[in-house]
Each structure stands twice: as structure tokens, then as C-alpha cells.
């Protein structure tokens, strides 16, 4: 079988499909996120719980979620890699979409986020490495598409609770939550066929060296395993913490929003049923044009000046959301919060560089960060919101978003575009 790449620099039929496949996890994620936290004011008012309930619920998910991604890198070191925890990640987020549909009551219902949650954690870090792998096969940066395809099918799923709402029966099932299961069982089926069994001795070479071992099999036929007897590269801690940080800042962003958004515009702002689903709707419809646009700008402005841009844009964001007189100047707020999509695979595709040879090693770590945002804005969120009103709960995300300009030139690593610099493409046809 050929490689990935031939001398021409074209990408074989097997990277693509691993592409696609990788695509269709990252979106199976978004709709199926999109679904259920845009639905919680519905679950709310069905179970008789308060915004005390949907914190603990919220933190449930996200500390599954956390176990999940430690699971996760523990599959990917065996046999069937990161492509295994990325079949069972979305299979298991089509099962807690089906019970959370359904569930009759309270501990049913938390039984199902928590398999969601665990689902969650799978298929964040199994679908990174699988991206971070293709990334690497096609030579240039990509890392942005796959999860702009995220933010699209998150729009897809707030829209469709936003039409349903009101029209579909909310007892003895949500309906509009079952969408997301044939979605799931299908994108589950596609990953076992073409997903790629990325080692955590990732990507180094599409050329062996002379009497070199490579095996072949753990990236769809591609010759790019580590070579037999090599030791595995350390992993930096440094750049491994500041790169977090700036994961635990948008992630603080994105659960606040994710979660409180729509709760947010139904209670203090009044917003009618169809409203409520839409100021997460903004902020997914602009994360989609940001990392859309993201790749192009890296090669542009280099990481560093993106990263930092798309964080001043989010603090504004929060800002109209906080001072917003009613439900539509929020949802704009909301809106332009989403400028700060751009920083996950701003953040992961430096994963790649900070250990080239263990990029499933850093994904894993990285992937701590997130829950840790995501615990810390559903929660402080939460519990502000509880204590006092939701509105200023949104100012603890703004001051989270303060500090990434201040840690952002840790983006600006060996192999990435800064401003005129080298651009990932050049990276990848560099030797190291």
C-alpha cells in the first residue's frame, strides 16, 4: 500500500477517508451538544428542578467527561489506538441521547448525562488525536475544519430545538433529542471503518529510515509509527501548562455559554421558546466563521496575533452580554463570543509541536484543561447565577479570557506561522 502523500505532495484515498470520518466525529459531538444544553430549560421545567439542579447536573457531565478523556488515553495505547475510544465515544453519545429522551424521572435522567458525559470525554480526545495524525499526513494546517464542522452541526442541532420548540411532544419523550442518535450510530459506523489506529508514538516520518521497522498498519497503511527502539520523547511541561491555560479560559467561556446561555435569555431577559436556543446559535455561527477562516489567518498573522484577537472579541462579547438591556443584545454578545473558536485547534495544533513524536501523549494532558474550564464556567456560572443573577455570572469567563493574550506566545513554537514566519506546511517538509 502507498503512503499518504506522494512525491506530488496529493493525499491518498485512505487520508481522506480518515479526514471525513474524523469530520463526522467532531460534528456528531457538536449536534449532540447542541441538543441537550439547548434543551435543558425544557428538561428543567419537565423534571421540577431548579438552576441549583442543572449546576450539579452540568458539573456531573463535565467530571465524566474529565474521566472519559483519561479513558480515552489509555485506549489509545492499546491495539485498536485512538480509534477505538472514538467508536465507542460517539456510540455512547447516541445511547445517552436516547435515555435522556426518555427518562421518566430524575435518576434516570442523571444516568444518562453521565454516560453523555463519558461520551463526551472519548470522543474530544480520541477525535483530536485522529485530526492532529491527519493533520500531520496532509502537511498543512487543517486541525481548524474539523472542528468548524463541530460549530456547523452544533448550529444545526440549536436550530432544531429552536423550530421544535413548542410544536414536538416534551413528555413521555423529548423528541427532538433522538435526532442525534441515528447521527451517532451512523458516524460510529464510518470511524470503525476509516478511522486510523493512531499510536502515542505519533507521526514522525513518511519515509522510513534505511533498516528501519515501521508498522505499517497504525495510520491506514501509512509508514508513520515511530521506529522500532526509539525512546519516546519527554513531554515539556511548560508549554503543556501555558497551553492549557489557554484551554481552561475559552472552555470557561464555552460552558458558561453552552450552559447558561439559554437559561440565561428564558429567565432574567424573558425570551420566548424560540428565542432562547438562538443565543447559542450566534455563538456557534460565528465559531464556525472563525475557524473557517482560522487556517488561513494562521498562515497570514502566525497563531500568536489569531489567538489573541479572538480573545479581545470574546471579552467584548461577554461584555454586551453583561450590560445587554435585552434578549437580543445578548444573543448578539453571545454571537460575538464565538470569535474565540478559534482557539482549541489553535491550541492542539501547538500540541503537535511541542513533542512531535508523542502528540497523543500532549492531546491527553491537553484534554484535562478542558474539563477544567468547562467545570469552572458551568459551575462559578452556576453558582452566581444561584446566588445572585446569571448576568453576572457571565463576568467570570470575561476576566478567564484576560489572561490568554498574556500567555499566547507560547503558540508561536518551532514549525508554526508567526506573522510571516513558517507555516505548518513548511513545518511538516522540514526534517526534525
Request: proline share 5%.
Amino acid at each position: 500500500m502507498t503512503g499518504p502523500e506522494t512525491t506530488t505532495g496529493t493525499v491518498d484515498s485512505a487520508a481522506r477517508h480518515a479526514r471525513a470520518s474524523t469530520t463526522g466525529a467532531f460534528a456528531a459531538q457538536g449536534f449532540s451538544y447542541a441538543l441537550v444544553l439547548t434543551s435543558l430549560p425544557v428538561l428543567a421545567e419537565r423534571h421540577a428542578i431548579g438552576t441549583g439542579a442543572i449546576t450539579l447536573l452540568v458539573l456531573a457531565v463535565c467530571i465524566a467527561a474529565a474521566l472519559g478523556t483519561v479513558a480515552a488515553a489509555h485506549i489509545a495505547d492499546g491495539r485498536g489506538g485512538s480509534r477505538a475510544g472514538l467508536v465507542v465515544g460517539v456510540a455512547a453519545l447516541g445511547v445517552a441521547l436516547a435515555v435522556v429522551a426518555v427518562a421518566p424521572g430524575l435518576v434516570a435522567l442523571v444516568a444518562g448525562l453521565v454516560v453523555y458525559g463519558l461520551g463526551l470525554g472519548l470522543v474530544d480526545a480520541s477525535a483530536n488525536m485522529q485530526a492532529l495524525s491527519v493533520q500531520h499526513v496532509y502537511g498543512r494546517s487543517v486541525l481548524a475544519s474539523f472542528h468548524g464542522a463541530w460549530s456547523a452541526a452544533g448550529i444545526l442541532g440549536a436550530l432544531a430545538v429552536s423550530v421544535t420548540g413548542g410544536r414536538w411532544p416534551e413528555r413521555p419523550v423529548v423528541a427532538v433529542l433522538v435526532l442525534g442518535v441515528p447521527v451517532a450510530a451512523a458516524v460510529s459506523l464510518g470511524v470503525a471503518r476509516w478511522g486510523w489506529r493512531t499510536p502515542r508514538a505519533d507521526v514522525i516520518d513518511a519515509t522510513p529510515a534505511p533498516g528501519s521497522q515501521i508498522g505499517s498498519a497504525a495510520v491506514g497503511g501509512a509508514m508513520a509509527v515511530a521506529v522500532d527502539g526509539l525512546p519516546r520523547p519527554l513531554v515539556p511541561w511548560r508549554p503543556v501548562l501555558l497551553l492549557g491555560a489557554v484551554l481552561v479560559a475559552y472552555y470557561v467561556v464555552d460552558s458558561a455559554v453552552s450552559a447558561w446561555s439559554a437559561l440565561y435569555l428564558a429567565g432574567p431577559l424573558g425570551a420566548s421558546d424560540a428565542v432562547r436556543p438562538l443565543g447559542y446559535a450566534g455563538y456557534l455561527g460565528v465559531t464556525l466563521v472563525a475557524r473557517l477562516l482560522g487556517d488561513r489567518a494562521v498562515y497570514r498573522w502566525g497563531r500568536v496575533s489569531v489567538v489573541r484577537a479572538g480573545a479581545l472579541l470574546g471579552v467584548v462579547g461577554l461584555a454586551l452580554v453583561v450590560t445587554g438591556a435585552g434578549a437580543w443584545m445578548a444573543v448578539g454578545g453571545f454571537a460575538l463570543a464565538g470569535a474565540l473558536g478559534v482557539l482549541p485547534p489553535m491550541a492542539f495544533s501547538a500540541a503537535g509541536d511541542v513533542a512531535p513524536g508523542s502528540t497523543d501523549i500532549v492531546v491527553g494532558r491537553l484534554n484535562y484543561f478542558n474539563y477544567v474550564g468547562a467545570v469552572l464556567g458551568a459551575g462559578v456560572v452556576g453558582v452566581v447565577g444561584t446566588v445572585l443573577d446569571l448576568r453576572y455570572g457571565f463576568v467570570i469567563p470575561a476576566l478567564f479570557l484576560l489572561v490568554v493574550p498574556m500567555v499566547a506566545g507560547v503558540l508561536a513554537l518551532p514549525g508554526v506561522g508567526t506573522g510571516g514566519g513558517r507555516s505548518v506546511a513548511a513545518a511538516a517538509s522540514t526534517p526534525r
